[in-house]
Antibody
């Protein structure tokens, strides 16, 4: 069974960074890209970007190019998203989702608060 | 960027109706279109991929179709458990873009 297990809720101060993990199991991690999706409170879904774990190549939506950094560790089958220079606009739930988004993590909430 | 215009924003339907949700792409997307259902506090679940293919484990009352650049999700004889928010997603080109969502209430 394909599973994506995300790390727990994060609270970050304005201007700081947070890093969320997504541990994959039940499939070959390097066979599929990993997407990341943002959902602000009460809002819709927004694609952030993807990473190819095998090659480390990435593609980002323009608005997230200076906000998010996607990485992957093939030794632990874990994808990461780091969010930098946090503002209140970054308060949201962040999902990882495999390739064509047939499997999703449970989501990780990020709250930006001083 | 490809825009996905989803409608309606919300609808209330009875269990005897056929529910239809549409997404119109701003350009051709070669059927790289998927549909998701999201319930409160949960992650989205894949229903339909490649415009018309039913995802594993999804009931056959869900179906997808296309007419030109307009894509539709149909739910025949919806069940109470089908309440939630439905999103379309185009993955033809990056940035991948979602529709704004349709909130479905069953009465």
């Amino acid at each position: 069974e394909v599973q994506l297990q995300q790390s727990g809720p994060e609270v970050g101060r304005p201007g700081s960074s947070v890093k969320i993990s997504c541990k994959a199991s039940g499939y070959t991690f390097t066979d599929y890209v990993m997407n990341w999706v943002k959902q602000s409170p009460g809002q819709g879904l927004e694609w952030i970007g993807w990473i190819d774990p095998e090659y480390g190549s990435t593609d980002y939506a323009e608005k997230f190019k200076k906000k998010a950094t996607l990485t992957a560790d093939t030794s632990s089958n874990t994808a990461y998203i780091q969010l930098s220079s946090l503002t209140s606009e970054d308060t949201a739930t962040y999902f990882c989702a495999r390739a064509l988004m047939d499997a999703w993590g449970q989501g990780a909430s990020v709250t930006v608060s001083s | 960027d490809i825009q996905m215009t989803q409608s309606p924003a919300s609808l209330s339907a009875s269990l005897e109706e056929i529910v239809t949700i549409t997404c119109k792409a701003s350009q051709g997307i070669d059927d790289y279109l998927s549909w998701y259902q999201q319930k409160p506090g949960k992650s989205p679940q894949l229903l339909i991929y490649d415009a018309t293919s039913l995802a594993d484990g999804v009931p056959s009352r869900f179906s997808g179709s296309r007419s030109g650049t307009q894509y539709s999700l149909k739910i025949s004889r919806p069940q109470v458990d089908d309440s939630g928010i439905y999103y379309c997603l185009q993955s033809y080109s990056t940035p991948n873009t979602f529709g704004a969502g349709t909130k479905l209430e069953l009465k």
